[in-house]
């Protein structure tokens, strides 16, 4: 029997998916994104994961295809500098084809995503998909007239760093100020209650009590929201003004018929990305697409990896080609 794996390498877990060669999903395993290490550590973690898979069903592997947290170098498969990831550098495809001896195909993860959605997802039969995701980062995917969009390294996709503010308030953990992942992703989200507590002149509410000492984190803060919980309910709309105007911004670069919304945060509230969807209209001049969760839930960027070494698409495998003439 033979398999394709699929990879969905995120800040905080790695999934790694056992495939058929027609991509249906086997089986999959989670494991925590490894912090320390060096640069082999996740490729490690990944490989023992791989290993863990097949002893369990036997066969052998055609390819590999991994979705990963970014930017990144695509004509090397290195990951160069994740903001959310404590090994900010590291390996992935070069030591997983010498230990697999087979075909590697390393992608950001949202462009993986994008490539499910516009393979198999919501966004099949269409020729313009962009995929966004809301979780410990911020990023997306498009493609556009049919091609899946990669760019000179690999990172044409970076939406989460779309400046939104310009105030100096919000900084991202790639450095830069005001960028939308600074303020509305999981890994900013108590930072940017703390900043927005410090402005409030309402009630001392509990939400605004935890938030002004920096403890209120994005699934308390979506609880107590629910609860009607006044800080609560001024920030979750503040978060929802502000998606709505990086959605916004990415239908007016990319101008999809079809865009999804995925990644934990967005997921696990979809009455919260329901209303910074309605707010996307005030802020376009194109017009707007079908915007939705994706269809293929915590799995986009599993199944995208998979169908990126299953078929591959024309764009990755022409940077590969120039690289290995280089």
Do not use: Q
Request: proline fraction near 4%; include cysteine; hydrophobic fraction near 45%.
């Amino acid at each position: 029997m033979y398999y394709v794996v699929g990879v969905d390498i995120g800040a905080t877990y790695t999934r790694v998916g056992l495939f058929s060669p027609e991509g249906t999903l086997v089986e999959k395993v989670r494991v925590g994104t490894p912090k320390v290490g060096g640069e082999l550590a996740i490729a490690s973690a990944i490989a023992s994961a791989i290993k863990e898979l097949l002893s369990r069903w036997g066969g052998s592997l055609l390819s590999i295809g991994v979705g990963t947290v970014g930017p990144l170098d695509i004509t090397s498969g290195d990951v160069v500098g994740a903001p959310n990831v404590p090994i900010g550098r590291f390996k992935i495809r070069e030591p997983l084809k010498r230990l697999f001896g087979v075909d590697v195909y390393v992608v950001n993860d949202c462009v993986a995503a994008a490539w499910a959605e516009y393979l198999v997802g919501a966004g099949r039969g269409f020729r313009n998909v962009v995929y966004v995701t809301i979780s410990t980062g911020i990023g997306g995917g498009a493609v556009v007239d049919g091609h899946l969009l990669l760019g000179k390294d690999g990172n044409a996709h970076e939406i989460g760093h779309i400046v939104l503010d310009l105030s100096g308030r919000f900084r991202c953990g790639c450095g830069g100020l005001g960028h939308w992942e600074a303020i509305a992703s999981g890994a900013n989200i108590p930072r940017t209650l703390e900043v927005l507590a410090r402005e409030w002149r309402g009630e001392a509410t509990e939400a605004y009590t935890r938030a002004l000492g920096g403890n209120l984190n994005p699934e308390e803060l979506f609880r107590l929201w629910r609860t009607g919980d006044r800080f609560a309910e001024f920030a979750a709309d503040f978060l929802a003004e502000v998606n709505a105007a990086g959605i916004a911004s990415v239908i007016n670069v990319y101008d999809p018929e079809v865009l999804t919304v995925g990644g934990s945060i967005a997921l696990r509230n979809p009455d919260f990305v329901e209303i910074s969807a309605a707010r996307v209209g005030n802020y376009l001049i194109n017009r707007k697409p079908s915007i939705s969760l994706t269809p293929l839930g915590d799995d986009v960027v599993l199944v995208g990896a998979a169908l990126i070494s299953i078929k591959p698409p024309r764009e990755l495998l022409e940077v590969l080609r120039g690289a290995s003439r280089t």
